[in-house]
């Protein structure tokens, strides 16, 4: 009897040795073999004579191989297979099959499908998919196998190519004939019954195995009931565990501050404009989680420009006023900077002490900022998440500000925790510092606020920061004028160039960025460092033109930004660096070099840099060479709209969840069979029924079921993620 826990390579016809190559797929147990799942499915139940063909359709067809051949063509190879069924011959032909010169013997036994073409005067198979059976197989022994007669599954294929579709189909059914029928069942029968979910075994089963007349339709979109039992299961499990952490923060002890009229004053003296709506509304949020006794865990999602530094500052003041600690942590150091200097702009007229904590800081400097900090003198310190995560002391740290900028998911924050090997610490990515025991006289947790910069689709959310509560900044400031998007390609440059100096002359500000995706690429790099010779000396004279890249020094690149901030250099030449969070209003222009070689949020991102201030403003994104079809969607995109959320939809439809969010960094969920695309709406439903059973035990969910459900998600949490501390 096989367990799903048992290692793949006890399944009959595995071995170590196949077992490693399933280990590349992500197939190392029999519960990860059976959730490899048929990509497609082929009706062979029904399979066709020869005779009976009909021009232009889809048909499935076994028969024997006659013979075969390669022939050239002035065009290219095409091979030719004929077989046949009895007297009956039929020609299969495809166009550049050198490929499959040596594949078909006389006399095996094929299965062929694909659409019925006619071709000079005869029907043929045009590139139809095909599968040996085997010699050995007569036709009356086919007709019980796998591979015909049926609905059979169809697999990717493995090891390059050594692991077939076929391969798979044995192995699979003798992993489903061995399987002990004990599967556990942690989804409540109430639950079940209301969306009509198989057993777990069941399931199994018919997503590999459909029974006769399953709808074909319903099978290739993974929309069977076995399909939807497999798939909730899955994103069940994750929001349970999502929910209940949710929960377990709220049971914690953290701060409760003091929302009284001396903070609302030192509140309103700070504003330089009356907030938006929106921004009102998240501060309101904000505010009453900070009074509530237990930590704050909550996402502030706005797009580019929708003002969140000022809600992050006026959540700032709450703490400092109660006598607490804020820490702000920036994702790069150029964006602590200029943090640090709107905090000064803003902060610094009401008497509120602000320290930059940077890597760049002298030795000295830096022991004597810690000290500060240690002592209690500095209010709000702001720094880079690398920096503030090593150990720093607060005397008394109350909020935490994480500026992230999409990059960390929940999950990659429940696996930063794990490294620092404290299974007990839920505290969001805040690293040392979520440890007041230890390190301040605090009497609980700080708060956490994070902030992202990139509109989340609604059911990514859900998803990602399940753990957090969401406020959203839906408006922008008003005085924004749109920006112009135009997409030109780059022999037009002189024209660019030409506009560019025009709006020089008027007084503004231009941005030329270029595609240095990695940093340290040293040939990108040299790229950039080109262009920007060419424009400072050749196209732009009589202009200052100045360049700021990743690799920079950090003093020169902070001197650059304030430059740039003062107005005394009109173009900057610039990397992706400026990607985040940079605010210069007086910037009017952003041309982008190679626009189709950046992502979309990235461009979105990018052109969130201008339309900052009342002047039109300008987005010009020049192309250069061919631009590949998700390219132009791409740049269709952002020249019909600038609205964040449309954008990130899009995004995640061309690129995928985990590209979505940077493949590095992404800290998704690995699914096993669900996707984020294809199954929001399974998603929406496996929430709001981890919700209900959590809610539970009631007249529907007995404790023996929540105690279930509640064991089956921490199995499962351990070992997906690893982690031990869920619930
Ligand atoms: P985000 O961080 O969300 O991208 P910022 O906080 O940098 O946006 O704000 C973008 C710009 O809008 C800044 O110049 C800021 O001073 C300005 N701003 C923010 N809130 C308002 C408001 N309510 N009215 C007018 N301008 C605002
Ligand atoms: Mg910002």
């Known amino acids: 009897m096989l367990e799903p826990s048992t290692p793949v390579q006890f399944v009959k016809g595995i071995g170590p040795k196949l077992s490693e190559i399933l280990a590349a797929k992500g197939v190392n147990t029999v519960d990860d073999l059976l959730h490899y799942l048929p990509f497609r499915y082929e009706d062979r139940q029904n399979p066709r004579g020869i005779a009976e063909l009909q021009m232009g359709e889809m048909a499935t067809l076994i028969a024997e191989v006659r013979n075969s051949g390669l022939f050239r063509t002035r065009r290219m190879p095409i091979f030719q297979l004929t077989v046949g069924q009895g007297r009956s011959r039929l020609k299969c032909i495809w166009f550049n099959g050198t490929y499959l010169k040596d594949k078909f013997l006389p006399g095996q036994l094929v299965a062929l499908y694909g659409k019925v073409e006619l071709n000079r005067g005869e029907l043929q198979l045009v590139n139809p998919e095909f599968e040996i059976l085997g010699?050995?197989?007569?036709?009356?022994?086919?007709?019980?196998?796998?591979?015909?007669?049926?609905?059979?599954?169809?697999?990717?294929?493995?090891?390059?190519?050594?692991?077939?579709?076929?391969?798979?189909?044995?192995?699979?059914?003798?992993?489903?004939?061995?399987?002990?029928?004990?599967?556990?069942?942690?989804?409540?029968?109430?639950?079940?019954?209301?969306?009509?979910?198989?057993?777990?075994?069941?399931?199994?089963?018919?997503?590999?195995?459909?029974?006769?007349?399953?709808?074909?339709?319903?099978?290739?979109?993974?929309?069977?009931?076995?399909?939807?039992?497999?798939?909730?299961?899955?994103?069940?499990?994750?929001?349970?565990?999502?929910e209940l952490k949710r929960r377990e923060q709220k049971t914690r002890t953290g701060i409760a501050f003091e929302l009284n009229d001396h903070v609302r004053e030192a509140i309103k003296k700070i504003l330089p404009f009356h907030p938006t709506g929106a921004q009102k509304r998240a501060l309101k949020e904000i505010a009453s989680d900070m009074v509530k006794p237990f930590p704050m865990r909550r996402l502030l999602q706005g797009d580019v420009g929708s003002g969140k530094t000022l809600v992050a500052f006026e959540a700032a003041i709450i703490a400092i006023e109660n006598g607490f600690q804020v820490a702000l942590m920036a994702p790069t150091e150029i964006l602590a900077q200029q943090h640090y200097f709107s905090a000064r702009r803003i902060l610094e007229p009401s008497g509120y002490r602000i320290v930059l904590l940077t890597g760049s800081l002298e030795d000295d400097r830096k022991r004597e900022t810690r000290r500060h900090i240690a002592q209690g003198n500095a209010q709000l310190v702001i720094g880079t998440h690398a920096l503030i995560e090593q150990k720093v002391d607060f005397a008394k740290l109350g909020l935490v500000i994480v500026d992230e900028q999409h990059r960390f998911g929940v999950m990659q924050r429940f696996k930063l925790m794990k490294k620092r090997g404290d299974a007990t610490d839920t505290h969001v990515g805040t690293g040392a510092l979520a440890r007041p025991a230890e390190q301040s006289p605090a009497p609980g947790e700080p708060d956490v606020l994070v902030m992202t910069a990139t509109p989340i689709p609604r059911t990514l959310a859900l998803t990602l920061y399940g753990d957090l509560d969401i406020s959203v900044l839906d408006e922008m400031p008003p005085g924004r004028t749109p920006i112009v998007t135009r997409r030109v390609g780059d022999e037009r440059s002189d024209e660019v160039w030409q506009f560019v100096r025009k709006q020089a002359a008027a007084g503004h500000q231009a941005y030329v960025v270029y595609p240095v995706i990695e940093e340290n690429e040293e040939s990108e790099l040299k790229a950039a460092m080109k262009m920007y010779g060419q424009l400072s000396k050749k196209i732009f004279p009589n202009l200052n033109v100045a360049v700021l890249h990743g690799r920079m020094d950090a003093d020169l690149k902070e001197q650059v930004m304030r430059l740039f901030q003062q107005g005394k250099i009109h173009i900057l030449v610039s990397t992706t660096v400026i990607e985040v969070g940079v605010d210069v209003p007086n910037a009017t222009v952003m041309v982008v070099e190679h626009a189709e070689r950046f992502g979309l949020a990235q461009l979105h991102q990018l052109r969130g840099r201008i339309?900052?201030?009342?002047?039109?403003?300008?987005?010009?994104?020049?192309?250069?060479?061919?631009?590949?079809?998700?390219?132009?969607?791409?740049?269709?995109?952002?020249?019909?709209?600038?609205?964040?959320?449309?954008?990130?939809?899009?995004?995640?439809?061309?690129?995928?969840?985990?590209?979505?969010?940077?493949?590095?960094?992404?800290?998704?969920?690995?699914?096993?069979?669900?996707?984020?695309?294809?199954?929001?709406?399974?998603?929406?439903?496996?929430?709001?029924?981890?919700?209900?059973?959590?809610?539970?035990?009631?007249?529907?969910?007995?404790?023996?079921?929540?105690?279930?459900?509640?064991?089956?998600m921490r199995t499962r949490w351990q070992k997906t993620y690893g982690l031990v501390e869920v619930g």
């Open 135 to 242: 010699a050995e197989e007569t036709e009356e022994k086919a007709a019980e196998s796998l591979e015909v007669g049926r609905i059979v599954p169809i697999y990717e294929s493995a090891g390059q190519g050594r692991l077939t579709s076929r391969w798979f189909r044995r192995i699979i059914h003798n992993a489903l004939k061995d399987l002990t029928p004990e599967l556990p069942e942690g989804i409540p029968a109430a639950i079940r019954r209301r969306l009509s979910l198989p057993s777990p075994g069941e399931a199994l089963w018919k997503v590999h195995w459909p029974t006769e007349g399953e709808s074909l339709h319903d099978l290739q979109s993974q929309r069977t009931p076995a399909h939807i039992r497999i798939i909730f299961e899955e994103l069940f499990f994750i929001e349970l565990g999502l």
């Open 611 to 712: 339309g900052r201030g009342a002047a039109k403003s300008y987005c010009i994104l020049m192309t250069g060479g061919k631009v590949s079809e998700d390219g132009e969607r791409r740049l269709d995109a952002l020249v019909r709209t600038s609205d964040g959320f449309q954008i990130a939809e899009l995004d995640l439809e061309l690129r995928g969840p985990g590209e979505f969010f940077g493949t590095r960094q992404a800290g998704m969920p690995s699914f096993q069979v669900a996707s984020l695309i294809r199954d929001r709406d399974l998603l929406e439903l496996a929430k709001k029924e981890a919700t209900a059973v959590l809610s539970g035990p009631n007249y529907e969910i007995s404790q023996s079921e929540v105690d279930r459900a509640l064991w089956q």
